[in-house]
């Protein structure tokens, strides 16, 4: 069964930026279907419209659907999967720079994280649950990242230094991702 990848993207950023077009090459290369989701309106995120354009671009979740989200795409996805009523069985994902609580300097992401995510009905239906953040992260404080993962009951990966994984840091690949997407496969 052909493994599928959706790629979610954060605040002020859209599929060509960091190290998105990187990933769905490399992953294209090893037989999976890659999708980078493009984000409406991402200099001025609406909650509503993101979880709108999820539902209308992720279709057939299974146990060969990934996703890898970063920074605000981290928390869109897991409100996606939490207003499922009957969340399927699904491969799991990696979330890059996570955090499911208000940042402070970035009051208009709040609705986004106003209800807390369905972390028990997540965890008892994803497969891969991991966490990857910087400890030098200056936009997502790790510790929130951090937070994250043990919610997940998800493994955690700290980077020592990343930042916030943007391609002006110099984050045009993120091998790690492609490591954990890989050894996870079965």
């Given at each position: 069964?052909?493994?599928?990848?959706?790629?979610?993207?954060?605040?002020?950023?859209?599929?060509?930026?960091?190290?998105?077009?990187?990933?769905?090459?490399?992953?294209?290369?090893?037989?999976?279907?890659?999708?980078?989701?493009?984000?409406?309106?991402?200099?001025?995120?609406?909650?509503?419209?993101?979880?709108?354009?999820?539902?209308?671009?992720?279709?057939?979740?299974?146990?060969?659907?990934?996703?890898?989200?970063?920074?605000?795409?981290?928390?869109?996805?897991?409100?996606?999967?939490?207003?499922?009523?009957?969340?399927?069985?699904f491969g799991g994902f990696i979330l890059v720079s996570g955090f499911d609580?208000?940042?402070?300097?970035?009051?208009?992401?709040?609705?986004?994280?106003?209800?807390?995510?369905?972390?028990?009905?997540?965890?008892?239906?994803?497969?891969?649950?991991?966490?990857?953040?910087?400890?030098?992260?200056?936009?997502?404080?790790?510790?929130?990242?951090?937070?994250?993962?043990?919610?997940?009951?998800?493994?955690?990966?700290?980077?020592?230094?990343?930042?916030?994984?943007?391609?002006?840091?110099?984050?045009?690949?993120?091998?790690?991702?492609?490591?954990?997407?890989?050894?996870?496969?079965?």
């Amino acid at each position: 069964m052909t493994k599928q990848l959706y790629i979610i993207h954060g605040y002020g950023a859209s599929p060509e930026k960091h190290w998105f077009p990187w990933l769905k090459k490399v992953m294209e290369e090893k037989n999976w279907k890659v999708s980078v989701l493009e984000m409406p309106d991402s200099e001025h995120p609406k909650f509503d419209k993101w979880l709108e354009t999820m539902r209308e671009n992720i279709k057939n979740i299974n146990e060969d659907t990934y996703f890898v989200a970063h920074s605000l795409g981290t928390i869109t996805i897991l409100q996606y999967l939490s207003e499922y009523k009957n969340l399927p069985r699904f491969g799991g994902f990696i979330l890059v720079s996570g955090f499911d609580e208000g940042i402070a300097g970035f009051e208009e992401l709040h609705p986004f994280v106003k209800e807390k995510p369905d972390y028990k009905k997540i965890n008892e239906k994803a497969e891969l649950r991991a966490v990857v953040a910087a400890k030098d992260d200056h936009i997502v404080p790790v510790k929130l990242s951090e937070k994250v993962a043990e919610k997940l009951n998800g493994k955690f990966y700290p980077v020592e230094k990343g930042g916030h994984f943007l391609d002006r840091e110099g984050f045009t690949e993120l091998p790690l991702v492609k490591e954990i997407l890989e050894e996870n496969k079965n």
